[in-house]
Protein backbone atom coordinates (compact mmCIF):
# COMPACT_ATOMS: atom_id res chain seq x y z
CA UNK A 1 0.00 0.00 0.00
CA UNK A 2 3.01 2.32 0.57
CA UNK A 3 3.31 1.68 -3.25
CA UNK A 4 -0.39 3.19 -4.10
CA UNK A 5 0.65 6.57 -1.66
CA UNK A 6 3.86 7.00 -3.88
CA UNK A 7 2.04 6.28 -6.76
CA UNK A 8 -1.03 9.09 -5.55
CA UNK A 9 1.88 11.52 -5.20
CA UNK A 10 2.85 10.81 -8.39
CA UNK A 11 -0.31 11.60 -10.54
CA UNK A 12 -0.95 14.53 -8.29
CA UNK A 13 -15.85 18.20 24.57
CA UNK A 14 -18.88 18.14 26.23
CA UNK A 15 -19.10 21.89 25.57
CA UNK A 16 -19.64 20.95 22.30
CA UNK A 17 -22.88 18.74 22.32
CA UNK A 18 -24.44 22.31 23.10
CA UNK A 19 -23.38 23.81 20.16
CA UNK A 20 -24.57 21.20 18.62
CA UNK A 21 -27.94 21.13 19.91
CA UNK A 22 -28.04 25.06 19.21
CA UNK A 23 -26.59 24.92 16.14
CA UNK A 24 -29.77 22.68 14.56
CA UNK A 25 -32.64 23.92 17.30
CA UNK A 26 -32.17 27.64 18.07
CA UNK A 27 -32.75 29.45 14.18
CA UNK A 28 -36.23 29.59 12.43
CA UNK A 29 -36.84 27.75 9.10
CA UNK A 30 -35.26 29.87 6.20
CA UNK A 31 -32.82 32.09 8.97
CA UNK A 32 -29.70 30.79 6.98
CA UNK A 33 -28.31 33.40 4.76
CA UNK A 34 -24.86 31.72 4.23
CA UNK A 35 -24.10 28.47 2.22
CA UNK A 36 -21.62 25.26 3.42
CA UNK A 37 -20.57 23.18 0.86
CA UNK A 38 -20.26 19.40 1.64
CA UNK A 39 -18.73 17.33 -0.43
CA UNK A 40 -19.56 13.69 -1.18
CA UNK A 41 -17.23 11.43 -3.19
CA UNK A 42 -17.95 8.01 -3.53
CA UNK A 43 -18.97 4.68 -5.93
CA UNK A 44 -22.18 5.50 -6.91
CA UNK A 45 -23.00 2.58 -9.74
CA UNK A 46 -21.43 -0.57 -10.10
CA UNK A 47 -21.21 -3.79 -7.56
CA UNK A 48 -20.72 -1.06 -4.83
CA UNK A 49 -22.83 1.30 -5.77
CA UNK A 50 -24.67 1.16 -2.40
CA UNK A 51 -21.89 1.97 -0.68
CA UNK A 52 -21.36 5.47 -2.13
CA UNK A 53 -25.20 6.24 -2.63
CA UNK A 54 -25.98 5.40 1.37
CA UNK A 55 -22.75 7.90 2.06
CA UNK A 56 -24.90 10.38 -0.46
CA UNK A 57 -28.19 9.92 0.89
CA UNK A 58 -27.28 9.84 4.42
CA UNK A 59 -25.54 13.36 3.97
CA UNK A 60 -28.42 15.01 1.89
CA UNK A 61 -30.84 13.57 4.95
CA UNK A 62 -28.98 15.48 7.58
CA UNK A 63 -28.35 18.30 5.62
CA UNK A 64 -32.57 18.51 5.34
CA UNK A 65 -32.63 18.52 9.05
CA UNK A 66 -30.51 20.72 9.42
CA UNK A 67 -31.88 23.51 6.94
CA UNK A 68 -35.31 22.40 8.07
CA UNK A 69 -34.06 24.03 11.30
CA UNK A 70 -32.71 26.83 9.46
CA UNK A 71 -29.25 25.70 9.16
CA UNK A 72 -26.51 24.77 11.45
CA UNK A 73 -24.48 27.55 13.48
CA UNK A 74 -21.42 28.15 13.87
CA UNK A 75 -19.92 30.95 15.63
CA UNK A 76 -22.30 33.83 15.55
CA UNK A 77 -23.93 32.61 11.55
CA UNK A 78 -26.10 29.83 10.51
CA UNK A 79 -25.15 28.20 7.37
CA UNK A 80 -27.50 25.89 5.37
CA UNK A 81 -25.71 23.33 3.99
CA UNK A 82 -25.36 22.32 0.44
CA UNK A 83 -24.18 18.65 -0.70
CA UNK A 84 -22.24 18.10 -4.01
CA UNK A 85 -21.90 14.93 -4.98
CA UNK A 86 -19.91 12.48 -7.04
CA UNK A 87 -19.56 9.32 -8.62
CA UNK A 88 -16.18 8.18 -9.03
CA UNK A 89 -17.14 4.70 -10.33
CA UNK A 90 -14.43 2.62 -7.15
CA UNK A 91 -11.84 4.02 -10.28
CA UNK A 92 -9.23 5.79 -9.23
CA UNK A 93 -9.47 8.03 -13.08
CA UNK A 94 -12.71 9.05 -11.56
CA UNK A 95 -12.00 10.01 -7.82
CA UNK A 96 -8.96 12.22 -8.83
CA UNK A 97 -10.88 14.91 -11.06
CA UNK A 98 -13.55 14.13 -8.59
CA UNK A 99 -11.88 15.46 -5.54
CA UNK A 100 -9.98 17.94 -8.06
CA UNK A 101 -14.00 19.59 -9.02
CA UNK A 102 -14.67 19.49 -4.69
CA UNK A 103 -11.80 20.66 -3.69
CA UNK A 104 -10.36 23.47 -6.45
CA UNK A 105 -13.59 24.30 -8.61
CA UNK A 106 -16.61 24.11 -5.47
CA UNK A 107 -14.52 25.38 -2.57
CA UNK A 108 -14.89 22.48 -0.26
CA UNK A 109 -12.96 21.87 2.61
CA UNK A 110 -15.29 19.00 4.16
CA UNK A 111 -15.44 15.69 1.68
CA UNK A 112 -17.45 12.67 3.05
CA UNK A 113 -15.79 9.50 0.99
CA UNK A 114 -14.72 8.01 -0.80
CA UNK A 115 -15.47 4.14 -0.31
CA UNK A 116 -12.44 2.00 -0.28
CA UNK A 117 -8.15 2.33 -0.15
CA UNK A 118 -7.56 2.49 -3.75
CA UNK A 119 -9.81 5.98 -4.49
CA UNK A 120 -9.17 7.07 -1.13
CA UNK A 121 -4.99 7.10 -1.03
CA UNK A 122 -5.17 8.47 -5.03
CA UNK A 123 -6.74 11.67 -4.05
CA UNK A 124 -4.65 12.49 -0.65
CA UNK A 125 -2.76 14.67 -2.70
CA UNK A 126 -5.53 16.82 -3.56
CA UNK A 127 -6.91 17.10 -0.53
CA UNK A 128 -3.70 17.66 1.32
CA UNK A 129 -2.43 20.49 -1.23
CA UNK A 130 -6.02 22.13 -1.19
CA UNK A 131 -6.40 22.05 2.56
CA UNK A 132 -9.78 19.92 2.81
CA UNK A 133 -10.59 16.57 5.35
CA UNK A 134 -12.09 13.74 4.23
CA UNK A 135 -14.10 11.58 6.28
CA UNK A 136 -13.71 8.39 4.57
CA UNK A 137 -14.57 4.52 5.03
CA UNK A 138 -11.24 3.17 3.53
CA UNK A 139 -9.80 0.57 6.19
CA UNK A 140 -5.65 1.13 5.38
CA UNK A 141 -4.40 2.07 8.32
CA UNK A 142 -1.91 4.70 6.52
CA UNK A 143 -4.13 6.59 5.91
CA UNK A 144 -5.02 7.55 9.44
CA UNK A 145 -1.12 7.05 10.80
CA UNK A 146 0.90 9.68 11.43
CA UNK A 147 3.49 9.46 8.09
CA UNK A 148 7.34 10.06 7.57
CA UNK A 149 8.61 13.00 6.44
CA UNK A 150 11.80 12.74 4.77
CA UNK A 151 14.69 15.14 3.95
CA UNK A 152 17.77 14.66 1.68
CA UNK A 153 21.03 16.70 2.60
CA UNK A 154 23.34 17.53 0.10
CA UNK A 155 26.07 15.26 2.14
CA UNK A 156 23.63 11.99 2.15
CA UNK A 157 22.67 9.56 -0.55
CA UNK A 158 19.34 8.65 1.03
CA UNK A 159 16.76 10.60 2.94
CA UNK A 160 16.61 10.87 6.64
CA UNK A 161 13.46 11.46 8.55
CA UNK A 162 12.88 14.86 9.75
CA UNK A 163 9.56 14.30 11.66
CA UNK A 164 6.39 13.37 11.16
CA UNK A 165 2.58 15.12 9.73
CA UNK A 166 -0.45 14.24 9.92
CA UNK A 167 -3.00 13.49 7.25
CA UNK A 168 -6.10 14.97 6.38
CA UNK A 169 -8.30 11.72 6.48
CA UNK A 170 -10.38 10.30 9.13
CA UNK A 171 -12.00 6.77 9.53
CA UNK A 172 -15.78 7.32 9.57
CA UNK A 173 -17.25 3.62 10.53
CA UNK A 174 -15.81 0.11 12.32
CA UNK A 175 -13.04 -1.18 10.04
CA UNK A 176 -13.17 -4.86 9.48
CA UNK A 177 -10.13 -5.49 11.45
CA UNK A 178 -11.93 -3.95 14.16
CA UNK A 179 -15.44 -6.59 13.60
CA UNK A 180 -13.81 -9.40 12.36
CA UNK A 181 -12.27 -10.60 15.70
CA UNK A 182 -15.31 -10.04 17.07
CA UNK A 183 -17.36 -11.79 14.22
CA UNK A 184 -14.70 -14.64 14.75
CA UNK A 185 -15.01 -14.96 18.70
CA UNK A 186 -19.00 -14.81 18.45
CA UNK A 187 -19.31 -17.83 16.00
CA UNK A 188 -16.55 -19.69 17.88
CA UNK A 189 -18.46 -19.52 21.11
CA UNK A 190 -22.08 -19.95 19.79
CA UNK A 191 -21.35 -21.86 16.41
CA UNK A 192 -18.19 -24.09 17.58
CA UNK A 193 -16.18 -22.90 14.52
CA UNK A 194 -12.84 -24.05 14.27
CA UNK A 195 -11.06 -23.67 10.24
CA UNK A 196 -12.17 -20.69 8.39
CA UNK A 197 -11.39 -19.78 4.56
CA UNK A 198 -11.18 -16.33 2.83
CA UNK A 199 -11.98 -15.49 -0.12
CA UNK A 200 -11.75 -12.07 -1.95
CA UNK A 201 -11.45 -9.61 -4.93
CA UNK A 202 -8.47 -9.23 -6.63
CA UNK A 203 -7.78 -5.66 -5.55
CA UNK A 204 -5.79 -4.19 -2.74
CA UNK A 205 -9.13 -3.25 -0.30
CA UNK A 206 -10.18 -6.57 -0.45
CA UNK A 207 -6.94 -8.10 -0.29
CA UNK A 208 -5.79 -6.07 2.48
CA UNK A 209 -9.21 -7.04 4.44
CA UNK A 210 -8.23 -10.50 4.04
CA UNK A 211 -4.82 -10.51 5.37
CA UNK A 212 -5.80 -8.62 8.12
CA UNK A 213 -8.87 -11.14 8.45
CA UNK A 214 -6.34 -13.92 8.77
CA UNK A 215 -4.19 -12.41 11.45
CA UNK A 216 -6.95 -12.07 13.28
CA UNK A 217 -8.60 -15.52 12.82
CA UNK A 218 -5.14 -17.20 13.57
CA UNK A 219 -4.55 -14.89 16.70
CA UNK A 220 -8.01 -16.72 18.50
CA UNK A 221 -7.00 -19.95 17.35
CA UNK A 222 -9.04 -20.65 13.91
CA UNK A 223 -7.43 -22.56 11.59
CA UNK A 224 -7.10 -20.93 8.24
CA UNK A 225 -7.33 -23.57 5.84
CA UNK A 226 -7.61 -21.33 2.48
CA UNK A 227 -6.91 -17.65 2.26
CA UNK A 228 -5.58 -17.82 -1.63
CA UNK A 229 -8.74 -18.06 -3.49
CA UNK A 230 -9.91 -14.77 -5.10
CA UNK A 231 -12.11 -13.12 -8.38
CA UNK A 232 -11.39 -10.65 -10.60
CA UNK A 233 -13.69 -7.12 -10.56
CA UNK A 234 -16.68 -7.10 -12.95
CA UNK A 235 -17.17 -11.49 -12.51
CA UNK A 236 -21.14 -12.58 -12.61
CA UNK A 237 -19.68 -16.51 -12.41
CA UNK A 238 -18.23 -17.11 -8.58
CA UNK A 239 -18.37 -20.96 -8.58
CA UNK A 240 -15.02 -21.86 -9.87
CA UNK A 241 -13.69 -19.56 -7.10
CA UNK A 242 -16.26 -20.82 -4.19
CA UNK A 243 -15.56 -24.31 -5.54
CA UNK A 244 -12.14 -23.90 -4.58
CA UNK A 245 -12.65 -22.51 -1.10
CA UNK A 246 -15.13 -25.12 -0.09
CA UNK A 247 -13.19 -28.09 -0.90
CA UNK A 248 -10.98 -27.47 2.26
CA UNK A 249 -14.00 -27.87 4.07
CA UNK A 250 -13.85 -24.53 6.12
CA UNK A 251 -16.45 -24.41 8.77
CA UNK A 252 -16.80 -20.30 8.06
CA UNK A 253 -16.38 -18.56 4.65
CA UNK A 254 -15.36 -15.25 4.83
CA UNK A 255 -16.16 -12.75 1.92
CA UNK A 256 -13.44 -10.25 2.75
CA UNK A 257 -13.98 -6.78 1.53
CA UNK A 258 -16.95 -8.01 -0.33
CA UNK A 259 -19.15 -5.53 -2.41
CA UNK A 260 -23.06 -5.66 -2.19
CA UNK A 261 -23.82 -6.62 -5.70
CA UNK A 262 -21.52 -9.36 -5.63
CA UNK A 263 -21.97 -10.97 -1.98
CA UNK A 264 -25.34 -12.46 -2.79
CA UNK A 265 -23.91 -14.10 -5.84
CA UNK A 266 -21.12 -15.20 -3.64
CA UNK A 267 -23.39 -16.83 -1.54
CA UNK A 268 -26.28 -18.31 -3.88
CA UNK A 269 -23.05 -19.83 -5.36
CA UNK A 270 -21.78 -21.36 -2.25
CA UNK A 271 -24.99 -22.71 -1.39
CA UNK A 272 -25.77 -24.65 -4.79
CA UNK A 273 -22.72 -26.20 -4.34
CA UNK A 274 -23.96 -27.69 -1.07
CA UNK A 275 -21.75 -25.69 1.40
CA UNK A 276 -23.91 -25.88 4.56
CA UNK A 277 -21.82 -23.65 7.33
CA UNK A 278 -21.21 -20.13 8.44
CA UNK A 279 -21.12 -17.07 5.57
CA UNK A 280 -19.65 -14.10 6.26
CA UNK A 281 -18.25 -10.39 5.95
CA UNK A 282 -16.88 -7.34 8.19
CA UNK A 283 -18.15 -5.01 5.57
CA UNK A 284 -22.12 -3.67 5.65
CA UNK A 285 -24.36 -5.03 3.29
CA UNK A 286 -27.71 -4.16 1.51
CA UNK A 287 -30.35 -6.50 2.53
CA UNK A 288 -32.85 -5.74 -0.87
CA UNK A 289 -30.07 -6.93 -2.63
CA UNK A 290 -29.17 -9.71 -0.80
CA UNK A 291 -33.37 -10.75 -0.66
CA UNK A 292 -33.12 -10.09 -4.42
CA UNK A 293 -29.95 -11.95 -5.34
CA UNK A 294 -29.59 -15.03 -3.05
CA UNK A 295 -33.21 -15.49 -1.39
CA UNK A 296 -33.35 -17.62 1.54
CA UNK A 297 -29.63 -18.83 0.59
CA UNK A 298 -28.58 -15.54 2.38
CA UNK A 299 -30.37 -16.35 5.62
CA UNK A 300 -27.87 -16.98 8.33
CA UNK A 301 -25.18 -14.43 6.58
CA UNK A 302 -23.38 -12.40 9.07
CA UNK A 303 -22.10 -8.69 8.24
CA UNK A 304 -21.48 -5.26 9.89
CA UNK A 305 -24.63 -3.17 9.67
CA UNK A 306 -26.18 0.31 11.46
CA UNK A 307 -27.52 1.13 15.36
CA UNK A 308 -30.93 1.56 13.79
CA UNK A 309 -32.72 -1.28 14.65
CA UNK A 310 -36.65 -0.15 16.24
CA UNK A 311 -36.09 -1.04 19.79
CA UNK A 312 -32.59 1.47 20.18
CA UNK A 313 -33.73 4.33 18.43
CA UNK A 314 -34.09 7.44 19.42
CA UNK A 315 -36.48 9.86 17.90
CA UNK A 316 -33.58 12.05 16.20
CA UNK A 317 -32.89 8.60 14.19
CA UNK A 318 -36.51 8.02 13.18
CA UNK A 319 -36.44 11.50 12.20
CA UNK A 320 -33.36 10.44 9.65
CA UNK A 321 -34.59 7.30 8.42
CA UNK A 322 -38.06 9.07 7.28
CA UNK A 323 -35.58 11.62 5.81
CA UNK A 324 -33.35 9.02 4.06
CA UNK A 325 -36.31 7.45 3.12
CA UNK A 326 -38.05 9.69 0.94
CA UNK A 327 -34.77 10.52 -0.76
CA UNK A 328 -33.70 7.16 -1.23
CA UNK A 329 -37.01 5.30 -1.77
CA UNK A 330 -36.41 3.17 0.85
CA UNK A 331 -34.16 2.42 3.91
CA UNK A 332 -31.11 0.90 4.28
CA UNK A 333 -29.86 -0.31 7.32
CA UNK A 334 -26.34 0.66 6.50
CA UNK A 335 -27.30 4.13 6.38
CA UNK A 336 -27.45 3.55 9.89
CA UNK A 337 -23.67 3.80 10.46
CA UNK A 338 -23.15 6.50 7.57
CA UNK A 339 -25.35 8.84 9.31
CA UNK A 340 -22.43 9.93 11.66
CA UNK A 341 -20.04 11.77 8.94
CA UNK A 342 -21.91 14.87 8.53
CA UNK A 343 -23.31 14.93 12.31
CA UNK A 344 -19.80 14.60 13.15
CA UNK A 345 -18.07 17.31 11.07
CA UNK A 346 -20.43 20.14 11.62
CA UNK A 347 -20.18 19.42 15.87
CA UNK A 348 -16.32 19.54 14.94
CA UNK A 349 -16.83 22.87 13.29
CA UNK A 350 -19.00 24.04 15.73
CA UNK A 351 -16.59 23.47 18.77
CA UNK A 352 -13.79 25.17 16.44
CA UNK A 353 -15.45 27.79 15.44
CA UNK A 354 -15.93 30.29 12.75
CA UNK A 355 -11.97 29.76 11.29
CA UNK A 356 -12.08 26.14 10.95
CA UNK A 357 -14.73 26.52 7.49
CA UNK A 358 -11.53 27.44 6.05
CA UNK A 359 -8.98 26.23 7.79
CA UNK A 360 -8.90 22.60 8.51
CA UNK A 361 -6.39 23.27 10.81
CA UNK A 362 -8.45 24.56 12.97
CA UNK A 363 -10.79 21.68 12.16
CA UNK A 364 -7.99 19.02 13.46
CA UNK A 365 -7.15 20.90 16.81
CA UNK A 366 -10.82 20.62 17.87
CA UNK A 367 -10.71 16.53 17.28
CA UNK A 368 -9.13 15.59 20.71
CA UNK A 369 -11.57 17.35 22.87
CA UNK A 370 -14.62 16.83 21.17
CA UNK A 371 -17.88 14.67 23.13
CA UNK A 372 -21.49 15.00 21.88
CA UNK A 373 -24.34 12.78 23.01
CA UNK A 374 -25.11 10.04 20.51
CA UNK A 375 -28.02 11.22 18.70
CA UNK A 376 -29.19 8.55 16.85
CA UNK A 377 -29.49 5.98 20.27
CA UNK A 378 -31.96 5.95 22.78
CA UNK A 379 -29.07 4.81 25.21
CA UNK A 380 -27.20 8.00 26.73
CA UNK A 381 -23.94 7.29 25.20
CA UNK A 382 -21.11 9.72 24.16
CA UNK A 383 -19.63 10.47 20.56
CA UNK A 384 -16.45 11.08 20.25
CA UNK A 385 -13.00 10.58 18.05
CA UNK A 386 -10.80 7.84 18.95
CA UNK A 387 -8.11 5.82 17.04
CA UNK A 388 -5.27 5.79 19.51
CA UNK A 389 -4.77 2.30 19.73
CA UNK A 390 -5.01 1.66 15.79
CA UNK A 391 -3.50 4.97 14.29
CA UNK A 392 -1.51 6.47 17.13
CA UNK A 393 -3.87 9.51 17.18
CA UNK A 394 -7.62 10.26 17.24
CA UNK A 395 -8.45 10.41 13.83
CA UNK A 396 -12.22 7.48 13.83
CA UNK A 397 -15.20 8.38 14.64
CA UNK A 398 -16.69 6.33 17.63
CA UNK A 399 -19.35 4.90 15.93
CA UNK A 400 -21.07 1.92 17.40
CA UNK A 401 -19.96 -1.64 16.42
CA UNK A 402 -23.36 -3.21 15.21
CA UNK A 403 -22.85 -7.03 13.95
CA UNK A 404 -26.21 -8.55 12.06
CA UNK A 405 -27.88 -11.25 10.68
CA UNK A 406 -29.70 -11.75 7.59
CA UNK A 407 -32.44 -13.71 8.41
CA UNK A 408 -36.21 -14.22 6.67
CA UNK A 409 -35.71 -11.30 4.51
CA UNK A 410 -34.03 -8.74 7.17
CA UNK A 411 -31.05 -7.79 9.60
CA UNK A 412 -31.50 -8.57 13.03
CA UNK A 413 -29.20 -7.47 15.67
CA UNK A 414 -26.92 -10.07 16.96
CA UNK A 415 -24.57 -8.09 19.31
CA UNK A 416 -22.66 -4.83 19.79
CA UNK A 417 -19.46 -3.72 20.79
CA UNK A 418 -17.69 -0.47 21.16
CA UNK A 419 -14.52 0.56 19.24
CA UNK A 420 -11.57 0.66 21.45
CA UNK A 421 -9.78 3.78 21.79
Same mark, same amino acid.
Given at each position: MTTLLQSASRTLGIAAAALLCAGIA????????????????? $????????????????? +?? #?????????GVRIGDDHYRIQIVAIDDRLDTRFAIPGAERLTRKEGIKYIIGPNVDTTAVAILPILESAGAVNVTYAFWKGLYSPRAVSMVPSFQSGPLISGYEEGNSILGMAASY?????? %??? !???????? $?????????? =???????????????????????? +??? +???? #??????????????? =?LIMLSGVAPGDAPLLIKAARELGFKGQLSTATAQDAKLLREGAGTAADGFISVGGGSAPEVRSPYMEEFIQHYTK?????????? #?????? &????? $??????????? =?? &?? %??????? !??????????? $? #? !???????? %?????????PIVVKEFRDGDFRTLFTGAIPD
Open positions: AAPAGAADKVLKIGVLG $TMSGPAASWGLVSKYAA +EA #TAQMYNDKGQVAPLI %FKH !LIDKHGIK $TVGFVARNES =DPLNQRNEGVRAAKQLGLQVVSAD +ETY +EPGA #TDFKPVMSAVIKDKP =DLAGGWNDEAG #TKAYAL &EMILA $TLQAAGPKALN =DV &EE %FKKAIPG !LAIPNPFLKEK $T #T !LRYVGKSY %FGRQRQIGV
